[in-house]
């Protein structure tokens, strides 16, 4: 029995804007307002718009909650400051990848654990069942927060019209409560895009007038609304991995060259975190005898890779791409894949992408494909 996609708070707004819908994960989001390229290109040289409502909040909290976000986690939750954030992962015991996850320190004994919209109900239940050991409680506030993100260079500025906040003294990957054009917020300098640009949590009732004062303010400097479509080759140009793509439940953090997330040694229950034997193991696989590598692979051609797609060298194949788009900034097809050691070098030649039996050439280049300028 199928059921109906939920609606953001957001929802009349985009149908106002003409946007065109798609159900994803479970929710009606918008895909583009008009042109995807020319939405990604605002984002790069201005600002786009974002509604991100439909990412799933958990708040964690408790004399224990530290511990057990160390014990749950595979990243050292216990060295977070209040006011910031760090990336991390949940695995499980066989250390695949179930999510990857941002957590945000909001006080002394209070955690944000933010997950993908596809897996917020799996997260949120496998929390559930990690917490019974430990004086700390698992919340699911997905129905509190409607989510908006302003991102690209001119963001600062947008959101500083509409903010007394310290803006300037808010590092990336910080969080700070705030009121922004009369709205509370938890003002948090992240983002999915390689910009940089900031993410607003407010109540639903609030987004909205939220979402007016943002346009109203960032119009003027060239920002638009922007969709996922764009989102998603924002971050294939930042080499930002997506869930279900780069990241998947067969994959360790160290299969996806993201080993640097797990750390061994906490500040608490360091002996004991879920999936701490497997993933020792697969960090020695991966020093020992290296597995596919996540690589960048950039087109000579026009024809567009996508998910699924072989990898091929000498006849063989070597890989498959994960995620594939064309990049606006390049002016290329991109693509992100998974290939043998032995191809994975930058500059590696012979390599291609084989596009409905065509060995289309590709060159191997490291990731990020775009990096902003500083």
């Known amino acids: 029995m199928s059921t109906a996609p939920r609606l953001t708070a957001l929802d009349a707004v ?8 798609t159900d994803f994960a479970g929710w009606d989001m918008p895909l583009r307002y008009g042109s995807e390229r ?3 290109i605002a984002v790069r040289t201005e600002a786009g718009l974002f509604d991100l409502s439909h990412m799933g909040e958990i708040t964690v909290t408790g004399p224990e909650a530290v511990d057990f976000l160390n014990f749950s986690l595979v990243g050292n939750i216990g060295s977070v400051g209040v006011g910031r954030a760090r990336y991390t992962m949940i695995v499980d015991q066989d250390g695949g990848i179930l999510d990857d996850l941002i957590v945000y320190r ?21 929390l559930s069942n990690r917490v019974e050991e430990f004086d700390a409680e698992v919340r699911d506030d997905r129905d509190a927060y409607a ?3 302003v991102q690209g260079p001119e963001s600062p500025g947008i959101l500083k019209s509409l903010t007394d906040a310290d803006l300037d003294g808010l590092k990336y990957y910080a969080g700070l409560p705030g009121t922004v054009a009369g709205v509370p917020a938890l003002i948090a300098r992240t983002g999915y895009t390689g910009e940089d640009g900031f993410e607003l949590f407010v109540s639903p009732g609030d987004a909205e007038k939220l979402w007016n004062a943002l346009m109203e303010a960032g119009t003027p400097v060239g920002m638009v609304p922007a969709g996922l479509s764009c989102r998603d080759t924002l971050r294939l140009e930042a080499g930002m991995p997506l869930y279900g793509h ?3 439940a067969e994959l360790t ?3 996806a060259g993201l080993g640097r997330v797990v750390k061994f040694e906490k500040t608490s229950q360091s002996e004991n975190f879920v999936g701490r034997a497997a993933l020792a ?4 696989r991966a020093e020992t005898a290296p597995p596919r590598k996540l690589v960048g692979l950039i087109a000579s051609g026009r024809r567009v890779p996508r998910a699924g797609f072989s990898v091929v060298a000498d006849g063989k194949v070597i890989g498959e791409v994960t995620s594939g788009a064309p990049s606006p900034t390049l002016g290329k097809p991109i693509a992100i894949a998974y290939v043998d050691a032995a191809h994975a070098a930058p500059g590696t030649e012979g390599v291609g992408v084989d596009i409905r039996g065509t060995h289309e050439p590709y060159e191997v280049v490291a990731l990020p494909f775009y990096k902003r300028q500083k």
């Open 14 to 21: 985009h149908r106002a804007l003409g946007a065109t819908m």
């Open 38 to 40: 020319e939405e990604h």
């Open 106 to 126: 909001l006080g002394e004994t209070e955690y944000m654990v933010v997950a993908n919209a596809s897996n917020a109900q799996n997260v949120l239940n496998e």
């Open 147 to 149: 989510l908006l993100a």
């Open 246 to 248: 780069e990241l998947t």
């Open 253 to 255: 953090p160290f299969d």
């Open 281 to 284: 193991a697969a960090a020695e």
